[in-house]
């Protein structure tokens, strides 16, 4: 009797491992067009609403910049774990308890003309926030052994309650006709814009400065070669001193630092208040942007841009041709699945072989 197996490829080219992400987007914008003719759809109509006019003009551009920003500073941070080997899957949570965190201290200062020290500390509590949060699993991990996957991702419907109980109870805007939201943030709590007549702010310089750090982070210093060592040859990394356990808790706190730094970014930012549909799923979707960017810093920034232009394409074919907007789901989650399989095909060589031989 035969079965299939898949064995781990002795090398793996450095070209193969470049082209895989392209492989896997080509592969998305073919079942795109299945997707759209199967709905009754013009596929080149929907490509270019999709793909083409989000990057049209100036004000797709700045709306580009505005959704790239959460998803990269969250996918940098997951970047560092996954690299590590450690696998956190709830940046989701850590995103909306930066929010809180934030956000709470624009609440509580609101109309008591508090000066310019409010949005600097706002953004430290954001980051302490997420990174306290995402040191939960850490230490679930590494204390008792427990599946950081799963406690991770438990841990987003936490947040995502506290967060709903919150701005319907004790933070809600008594003035603001019975919605689920606090007060519109006052402007010494508000992110400054850059251009007027847009929503780009200073978000997004902080984002790519966050990019360069990361970049430098890990090409350029120990503890990037600790992190990507341990993720790689974990016994080569303990006969070198270093200690797993440690950069569990080093990688966790630093990307819910950033997915904190990135939700109070949001709301201070864009949103400007707290409420319940805060993020549309942006710390799932930096899952996706981290693989399609290889893990790296800079390969994060490329597939943000590309990812955030998919959200903005999907918001212009719900306008223009009455498509749902989950199509758009539809699509991250195809991507999310060739490039999985791309990088299995990549690393492994699918055989036959008898059941004895395996």
Known sequence: MRRLVLERRAETPWALTLAS???AVGLTLVSAVLV????????LEALFVYFVMP???????QEVAVKATPLVLIAVGLALCYRSNNWNIGAEGQFLMGAMAGGWLAVATHGAGAGAWVLPAM??????????????PAL?????????ILTSLMLVYVAELLLDWLVRGPWRDPQGFNMPQTVVFAPEATIPLLMEGG????GTPIMLLVVVLAAVLVARTLKGF????????????RFAGFDAKRLTWTVFAIAGGLAGLAGVLEAAGTVRMLQPGLSPGYGFTAIIVAFLGRLNPVGCLVAGVFLAITFIGGENAQIMMQMPLDVTRV??????FYVLGCDTLLLYRVRWVRRAEA
Request: proline share 5%; glycine share 12%.
């Open 21 to 23: 992400p392209v492989l």
């Open 36 to 43: 759209f003719l199967a709905m009754g759809r013009d596929p």
């Open 55 to 61: 990057v049209s003009d100036l004000w797709g551009l």
């Open 123 to 136: 953004l430290v509590m954001g980051a302490l926030g997420g990174a306290l949060f995402a040191l939960i």
């Open 140 to 148: 679930l991990k590494t204390r008792f052994g427990a599946n950081e």
């Open 199 to 202: 929503r780009l702010n200073l």
């Open 226 to 237: 600790e992190i990507t060592l341990v993720g790689e040859a974990p016994r080569a990394a």
């Open 331 to 336: 699509f991250q989650g195809l991507l999310l």
